[in-house]
C-alpha cells in the first residue's frame, strides 16, 4: 500500500519554465508535507515544507500548493534553471502520541531534467 | 563540522557476511532514522529511534538491526547479507519536539553484495 503518490515519474522543461510536480496522500493523519531534493550520490536534502493548516507556501521560487480536501500537494518551481536538474521527493509524516514524529513516509521520486 | 556522518561511503561484501554502518549527528537531535533507498530511488524507513523507544518498520527484516550507543550515534548491523540487501542507506536525525521538523540526511552508504 503506497501512501503518498507522486507524479510524474520524471520530467524535463526548458530552462526559464516552470516544473510542476504532484503528490497525493491517503492517510488523515499525516500533519507535515516536506519536499525534498536529492543530486546524485548526495542524501536528500531538504526543500520547503508545508503543514496543513495553510494552503500555500513561497520560498524563493520554490512554492507548494496543498489542497486538504483533495489530500493532494503540490510543487512549483518558477524560473526552472539547470542547476534544478535533481530528483525530487514529497514525503509525509505525523506526530507520535508521545511526542515526536514518525519517519517519513516518501514519494517514489521525480527525476527533473531543466534543458539549457 | 558535517551534520549527519556515515561511514563506510561504500560497503562491498559477500553473501552471508555480517556488517555494520555506523551514524553519528552532531546536531543535538533526539530522534535518529535508519532509511533504504532501492535501485529505483524509492526511499523507505527502516527504523526510527528516539533514545527510549525503537520503532521498527515491519517488513524489515530481523537481520536488521539498531544499535544506538548514546543519543548522538546509531548504527546499523546487518547478519548473513543477502544480494537484495544491496541498496543505499541512509541516516537521518530530527529534534523530536511537539511537531514535526526537518530530518537531516547523511551522505549514504551504497552496499553491494556479491
Known amino acids: 500500500q503506497q501512501q503518498v503518490k507522486q507524479s510524474p515519474q520524471s520530467l524535463i522543461v526548458q530552462k526559464g519554465g516552470i516544473s510542476i510536480i504532484n503528490c497525493a496522500y491517503e492517510?488523515?493523519?499525516?500533519?507535515?508535507f516536506p519536499w525534498y531534493q536529492q543530486f546524485p550520490g548526495k542524501g536528500p536534502a531538504l526543500l520547503i515544507a508545508?503543514?496543513?493548516?495553510?494552503s500555500e507556501k513561497k520560498e524563493g521560487r520554490f512554492t507548494i500548493s496543498f489542497n486538504k480536501s483533495a489530500k493532494q500537494f503540490s510543487l512549483h518551481i518558477m524560473d526552472s534553471q539547470p542547476g534544478d536538474s535533481a530528483t525530487y521527493f514529497c514525503?509525509?509524516?505525523?506526530?507520535?502520541?508521545?511526542?515526536?514524529?514518525?519517519?517519513?513516509?516518501f514519494g517514489k521520486g521525480t527525476h527533473l531534467i531543466i534543458q539549457p | 563540522d558535517t551534520a549527519v556522518s556515515q561511514t563506510p561511503k561504500y560497503l562491498v561484501t559477500q553473501m552471508g557476511n555480517d556488517k555494520s554502518i555506523k551514524c553519528e549527528q552532531n546536531?543535538?537531535?533526539?530522534?535518529m532514522y535508519w532509511y533504504k533507498q532501492d535501485s529505483k530511488k524509492f526511499l523507505k524507513i527502516m527504523f526510527s529511534?528516539?533514545?527510549?523507544?525503537?520503532?521498527i518498520n515491519e517488513t524489515v527484516p530481523n537481520r536488521f538491526s539498531p544499535k544506538s550507543p548514546d543519543k548522538a550515534h546509531l548504527n546499523l548491523h546487518i547478519n548473513s547479507l543477502e544480494l537484495g540487501d544491496s541498496a543505499v542507506y541512509f541516516c537521518?536525525?530530527?529534534?523530536?519536539?511537539?511537531?514535526?521538523?526537518?530530518?537531516?540526511f547523511g551522505q549514504g552508504t551504497r552496499l553491494t553484495v556479491v
Open positions: 537521518a536525525s530530527s529534534p523530536q519536539g511537539q511537531a514535526n521538523t526537518e530530518a537531516f
Open positions: 492517510n488523515t493523519a499525516f500533519d507535515y
Open positions: 508545508i503543514r496543513p493548516d495553510v
Open positions: 514525503a509525509a509524516s505525523k506526530r507520535r502520541s508521545g511526542g515526536g514524529a514518525d519517519g517519513l513516509t
Open positions: 546536531l543535538g537531535h533526539d530522534t
Open positions: 529511534y528516539n533514545n527510549k523507544e525503537l520503532i
